[in-house]
């Protein structure tokens, strides 16, 4: 069983930052990519940006320039750094891994963006 835990939500106001951590249980190197969703209120779940097991990253345009994910091999973490959030990026963010056999959840990290 692989488990996915995220942290670094929280509130901000518009403009400022967040770093969003994903604390895998086993080697991110096994999953063939990695990536962050979030669900604001009233929408539907969508993909923020995903990092392929070769390192290559996608992103959803809303998002292009201001946020990035990295992976950190070593720990088994995965990280989302938000920068110059604004209210639309509010949300909660899950992290998601997908490997050849299924996908996997974290619980969720709730990110309000809010003067």
């Known amino acids: 069983q692989v488990h996915l835990v995220e942290s670094g939500g929280g509130l901000v106001q518009p403009g400022g930052s967040l770093r969003l951590s994903c604390a895998a249980s086993?080697?991110?190197?096994?999953?063939?990519?990695m990536g962050w969703y979030r669900q604001g209120p009233g929408k539907q779940r969508e993909l923020v940006a995903a990092?392929?097991?070769?390192?290559?990253?996608h992103y959803v345009d809303s998002v292009k320039g201001r946020f990035t994910i990295s992976g950190d091999n070593a720990k088994n973490m995965v990280y989302l750094q938000m920068n110059s959030l604004k209210p639309e990026d509010t949300a909660v963010y899950y992290c998601?891994?997908?490997?050849?056999?299924?996908?996997?959840w974290g619980q969720g990290t709730q990110v309000t963006v809010s003067s």
């Open positions: 086993r080697s991110i190197f096994s999953f063939y990519t």
């Open positions: 998601n891994a997908l490997s050849s056999a299924r996908e996997y």
């Open positions: 990092i392929v097991s070769g390192g290559t990253t």
